[in-house]
């Protein structure tokens, strides 16, 4: 798809360029942008709740300004302190990373009014793609495909009874304000149409605070695959190629990686022209994502536009050249696209593994706790994106995402073979995380032939979950062998061989941990060192 200048907006007028940037956000993407502004010499600005004083992106700003107590709605979504601090530190701009503002249209107008430039889509383009029902009409009228279903909200059973007797069963439930999957409902025949209405308006309602809701046939067997763009304030849009996307579990999402396996070049060439139109289409600005599903014949179906710079950015990144947040703040700024259309040759592939404080033996339950020690990976072709140190706490008040890992190679193989390596490599003592499940899902064959969907982890989460046992901490493993020697010798003493509890035997399982230990240099820690 060629870039598009034939609908020029009035030549938009030049902005002095951006100095101090407010980043309204905490963890690995506010360090992800702090390092962006260094790289281009403007002045980074942090804002952290109470929890996130000692922070690795709040040392490395060059201000920071306390906003309130450590949960969110209290601080991240505290408009007014956030407006307060940008003025008062000289900001002029402000990134709100992902998640907490970044897709709230009232913010970014807030942000503007207060003469400040927000680093993302206008408030407009934000409202345009944020209705579900708007959205699909809109992209509808443009010839995007939309997944079959309504373009009005439903005001009763009747209007989605009607559509369901067209297209059939299973249908899908959805909010009209929603995404992200809240308020859905999966409908399975006319007889539960009316006890599934209920349960997603009184869902939408209390999510959104819009009961709205309309229906789609449901699709099966998809994957989820999503086209990054960036589009200017000149009428230039420019796609990045996709991300494949369906390794997710309740909507979190765990391994990404691009290109997708199921993209051909001509399918990819087709999505990219499809998220250029829906940019367009909503008067799109800065960084964003066009959601599709594609089924099993290789259709890709619109879905939904994430108004904001995602998790997974990296892989595109990888795989590019590009920096996409450098990106974002030029077109903030006024500026062209800093690439063309024809300059975007996607070389390699990448993959991205996320490392949440969530323990996969058991369901994936949280596991927040203090971090006693950190190791990271590194080495070729990979990316550590986090901004956890020793001593951080990892609370039940945000994301569990604790760090983003991320591997290229020249091809998928490579780029596994990498991940792997560096998934070995990582160590986060304190808590429980997704590691050991990221090496079960690269190592199976089910990963590494591309044979999955949206619903392939929940499938194999049951085959996965008995190999998942963390291994032992080293505190444990110490704790088992002074068990097993006390039994030893008292087992020796009980046998009369004299000298039990006064020496320690050169084959005691303490020896052999201390030896272990001596020939490393360090003191036995077990397997987890
Ligand atoms: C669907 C779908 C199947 N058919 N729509 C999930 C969140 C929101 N973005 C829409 N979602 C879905 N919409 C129709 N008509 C399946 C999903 C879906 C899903 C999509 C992408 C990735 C993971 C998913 C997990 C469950 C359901």
Known sequence: MATSRSKRPPAARPKPPLRRILIANRGEIALRVVRACRDLGIAPVMVYSDADRD??????????????????????????????????????????????????????????????????????????????????????????????????????????????????????????????????RVVRSAAELTSMLRAARSEAKASFGDDGVYAEKLLEGVRHVEIQIVADAHGDVVWLGERECSLQRRHQKLIEEAPSLAVTPALRAKMGALAAEVARASGYRNAGTVEFLVDAAGNPWFMEVNARLQVEHPVTEMVTGFDLVRAQIAVASGDRLPFRQAEVAPRGWAIECRILAEDPAHGFRPHPGRITAVRLPAGPGVRVDTALQAGDEVSLHYDALVAKLIAWGEDRDQAIRRMLRALREFRIAGIRTTIPFHIEVLEGEEFRGGRFDIAWVDRALPGLSPRLEAPLEGFETAAIAAAVEAYEMARRGAAGTGAAGTETPASSAWAIAGRRAQMRGRPPRGRWA
């Not at 503002?101 to 913010?107: S, T, V």
């Not at 400040?116 to 809109?138: C, H, S, Y």
């Open 55 to 184: 922070s690795l992106p709040v040392r490395l700003a060059d201000a920071a300004v306390p906003i309130g107590p450590a949960p969110a709605a209290a601080s991240y979504l505290n408009v007014q302190a956030i407006l307060e601090a940008a003025l008062r530190t000289g900001a002029d701009a402000i990134h709100p990373g992902y998640g907490f503002l970044a897709e709230n249209a009232d913010f970014a107008e807030a942000v503007e009014a207060a003469g400040l430039t927000f680093i993302g889509p206008p408030a407009a383009a934000m409202r345009a793609v944020g209705d579900k029902v708007e959205a699909r009409r809109l992209m509808a009228a443009r010839g995007v495909p939309i997944i079959p279903g309504l373009t009005d909200r439903a005001a009763d059973g009747r209007a989605i009874e009607a559509f369901a007797a067209t297209a059939g069963y299973p249908i899908l439930l959805k909010a009209a304000a929603g995404g992200g999957g809240k308020g859905m």
